[in-house]
């Protein structure tokens, strides 16, 4: 019962229904769109804000409790991509290129499936640690290494694995993010006041506009669905439960807060669409792109910020309850 | 004013190869390239960039001889797995030694 | 005396002297423009703003309060496009397809009219009902039907009316102000609250923003002014006032306060900018943009949001003391 | 690398028209095409868009009969009210056969 | 639908130039182009516009005589001092008579 | 010790490590950069801002109090040009031109100087005088005028001396402060209450995004560092920093406060590099723009911003103690 009105909850905010306003407009060929250049600027500011809020409380933690579930972050940055590669391998007979391709994107992390999380902790109460943009910045690389060397010490490629690593470690996602957190780790609460009505402030409001650009761009990839199978729909929902209960349970079991928790579900549940198809794309550009981007854009994304979010929640309660 | 006639080659790709192609135009003997953005649609459906903005359109007048060359490495290096497109036309210019 | 001190205020807001910098730099042929996607993302934001909070307040409203007011609003939606038809094919013996075409623009409503017509009645401390986005989502589209029909149903034409029934009805105006409406409605107050700093806080000053490129783009329309005869900018500032006082004595018959028989007035007397012309571009391609649009842009946008929205409000003080 | 030579069919119009054209392009036989963003001037002074934003500028690369077919269409459909530029030219490809 | 042959003259130059060159089309005969924004790489390694925006990419349909003359002048006014390339080609339109 | 205390803190202000992260994006070749069109957003804003909050400010300025600092502006917009040349010519033996050019830059004001001065004293509790951004109006244009008209008189030139003052005059730059100047000076300070949220909340914030834009250019722009000679590099540091000097001790001596005149050595020691720029290029074409190029934007404004002001802030402090 309660857990129904959490799932309510997020569903009726205005960032879930900014999200489903762009994908039926999207639906109905609407011609609303963000103009690609407030999109990426939406983005830079999301990615910033979350850095610079998170480099701010890394300040006050002692680092022994950070420890724990950093430590955590890392090991399941190994090994999703690995459980993930293997239930594309093994059950669903897809090739080895094309498997390390989307086991990159699923042990990745979404940043705005994560902030989608944080954003609806906060709502109803349940404000997870500060310092779990910190973890963020943890878990976005490793992935997408373990999966490209799957597929690299499997076969000789023709894509360049060097150049890929240039483009993640200096992709927009992670400069940001880590940039953010560095900035803010070093201001501190006091440096960081002034520029808090800018980033705090209007950081809702800028999440629904993002949402709804995310709409459209969702439901456009759905549109290929008919091209990626009835297995890989069914991955792109079951493994990123899997995934994420796994973290929700060796979240508290680490320390996290219930909050904590959760939030740790949905990142690691939750599949990149913005530094893994940029690496995936040079490193190993004979992977299918549809594969990977409807995927992770069009089935994972849109299950996890409507019901994956307040299952993790609702699971972690449970587990403390 | 004397001109002389050169080739245009025009290529369109993902912007994710922007950097490696202008490296390859370079390297075969340009001298200069003009770039556009634009969108698209070819044989490939979906590409990864796609989502996340436009494409890169590359437009650079060379020799007949580098324009041979750029063509081939093109088509050699990226056409297989890659949403690219390249095509060469002829064009008069003034002064255009500066470009050879 | 008092009229004048209203006229005053209006025409020294910010809002207006930014309209005015606008057209002065644009008359000096200066560079400053706001790029396109900043234009854009402006006009989301104000239109999905607004359309918010109406619908945060629609929550509470009781039907009975809104009837009234949503059929005057559909009649005169249906009234002004057949006024404005007759008086520019009798008075001005204009040809039926531009006569049509210049109707769908003076009977449909400019958006941003009537965002002036509300920012100015709260800084005179009038505050109009808070269903009134909601009257404007009524207002916008049978004006472009009615004066559509009356071109179609005169004669065969070159363009299609299904295509521009679609234009306008997923056209981004409609949807966004609609779909702002539809959030609101559904989240309610409280679910409005975080993203409330985002599309409050900011609004006036980015209405600021946006009407300082207003005045750039009404600025160059003016130099087309030769080119449309006297009787289309008679037409431009007489049939706005017309529509506008009528508007405003039918709105307080419907039991709108003053402030609200006002806005009517000024979303009546305003005409489209963004969703006519494009329906009638499609709809009616032999008719000729420049008159419709220096008509609405050039002329009547210019005259409303200095002049006539202090004469609306001031002519309904008039009425109600 | 072999080349042969297409039809590059170029059109300048109003955004309004960008659905209509790309819709014309496929059904006269194009196999893709890439857009730019453009604005302009011609014998139209005003147009309903040019306020709101840019004009849209196609390329095409077609075999002859598809870029006459294309020629055709436009200038019977569009010429008459719209602002609209169509213009061809002769381009290499290579494995050109893809896009005919 | 009978087509003529005309020259597509195209420019790509700093923006701050923009308005001169437009000029220059205007005075040298030509009746109408079409702006896109661009970006490039050329002889000149800086230059004043460049960290603050795009350069522009100027094309025109016009005829033989207009063509030589706005490459003349272009060369004559602007070629010693400022980045600037032009370059001519040849195109068929329909109903080119309206450009000429 | 407490001088090192004031630039640590501007070090470390949210603001400078904006532009760090910028820098160092750019070295490491990310492909992190705002949009053209969102930079360009930016700098209208902040030009906006601060030209109507100085607007406002100017309303309560009795004359006496501002005519001094006024004229001292002005003089010094006059002067600097001069001795900037003088030092490239004779000291640096650059050609006519060149030096012209140079001078052109350095005479005129870095707005963006300007805004992290005013803002680094607000941070450290020495509020400047509410007028200073009419100072920067009154500073930007003299000495573009000065430097062309030494570059004129001496020679025919290939430039337009008439375009170039059309550039000045009708710039981006100068119509936002000046126009942002004269809105505030109108609307006082009820009339700007309603848009002070969103240009001044947001201001902070704004201009560390800016900032972290202009980090990327600016390293850029270093790498050009080889093509301009160890001449122009010190010039770019030692010139800037006797222009300051001497600005901050006039400045006191003329009436202001201590901030302000600290703030006026920051204007005063800027280098321009919209108007300037523009205005050369037109006017002076056969100059080279990497010269000027990369000392005012590859030099000058990373000192500046980080050393400069908090030194003019310890000049000014040290010469009232
Ligand atoms: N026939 C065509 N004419 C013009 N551009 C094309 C054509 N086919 C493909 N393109 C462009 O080349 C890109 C890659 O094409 P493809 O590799 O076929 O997907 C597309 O996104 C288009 O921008
Ligand atoms: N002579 C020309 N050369 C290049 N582009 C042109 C020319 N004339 C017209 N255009 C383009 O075609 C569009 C429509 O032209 P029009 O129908 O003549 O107004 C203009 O906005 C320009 O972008
Ligand atoms: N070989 C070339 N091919 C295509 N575009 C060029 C070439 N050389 C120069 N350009 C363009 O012309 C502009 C000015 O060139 P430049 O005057 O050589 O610096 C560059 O920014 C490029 O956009
Ligand atoms: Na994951
Ligand atoms: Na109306
Ligand atoms: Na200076």
């Known amino acids: 019962m309660e857990n129904l009105d959490v ?33 990426s600027a939406l983005s ?46 093994r059950l669903g007979r897809i090739d080895r290129v094309n498997a390390a391709a ?62 890929a690593l240039h ?30 009505p800018f980033f705090v402030g209007g950081f809702q409001g800028a999440l629904a506009l993002f949402l709804l650009e995310m709409g459209i761009v969702a439901a456009r990839r759905l549109q290929d669905l008919r091209g990626v199978g009835a297995f890989l729909v069914g991955f792109g929902i079951v493994v990123p439960i899997l995934h994420g209960l796994l973290a929700v349970w060796l979240g508290g079991w680490a320390g996290l807060s219930l909050a904590g928790s959760a939030v740790l579900g949905a990142m690691v549940s939750s599949a990149s669409y913005i530094a893994a198809p940029a690496a995936v794309r040079i490193a190993l550009p004979e992977a299918n792109p549809t594969f990977y981007l409807t995927a992770s854009l069009g089935i994972t994304f849109p299950f996890n910020v409507t019901l994956g979010v307040p299952l993790y929640f609702t699971f972690a309660e449970w587990l403390v309850g | 004013m004397p001109t002389i006639t050169l080739k245009l080659v025009t290529i369109v790709t993902e912007r994710i190869l922007e950097h490696r192609l202008l490296q390859l135009l370079t390297d075969a003997g340009a001298k200069g390239y003009t770039l556009t953005q634009a969108t698209g649609k070819g044989s490939r459906g979906v590409r990864a960039s796609e989502w996340e903005g436009p494409d890169t359109r590359i437009e650079s007048l060379v020799s007949a001889e580098v ?12 056409f297989e797995h890659y949403a690219v497109i390249v095509y060469v036309q002829d064009a008069e210019v003034v002064r255009g030694t500066k470009y050879i």
């Open chain 1, 167 to 196: 483009e993640v470690l200096t992709g927009r996602s992670v400069v940001r993010w880590v940039g953010g957190l560095l900035i803010g780790r070093v201001v501190g609460p006091e440096g960081f006041a002034p520029v808090e």
């Open chain 1, 44 to 89: 830079i500011y999301l990615l910033l804000a979350i850095g610079l809020k998170g480099g701010v409380e890394l300040n006050k933690t002692p680092f022994a409790e950070f420890v724990g579930p950093a430590l955590l972050t890392l090991a399941l940055g190994v090994i999703t991509p690995i459980t993930s590669y293997n239930v594309l391998r």
């Open chain 1, 102 to 163: 989307i086991a990159a994107h699923y042990g990745s992390v979404s940043a705005v499936t994560f902030i989608v999380a944080i954003t609806f902790g906060t709502m109803t109460g349940a404000v997870a640690e500060g310092f779990m943009p910190a973890l963020v910045a943890i878990l976005e690389v490793p992935a997408i290494v373990v999966a490209l060397m799957i597929a690299f010490t499997r076969s000789k490629r023709a894509g360049s694995w060097k150049d």
């Open chain 2, 67 to 78: 324009a041979q060359a750029i063509v081939d490495r093109v088509a050699d290096q990226f």
């Open chain 1, 7 to 39: 799932l309510v909850a997020n569903l009726l905010s205005p960032i879930i229904l900014a999200f489903v306003l762009g994908a039926v407009a999207s639906l109905v060929r609407s011609d609303l769109r963000l103009p690609d250049s407030i999109y």
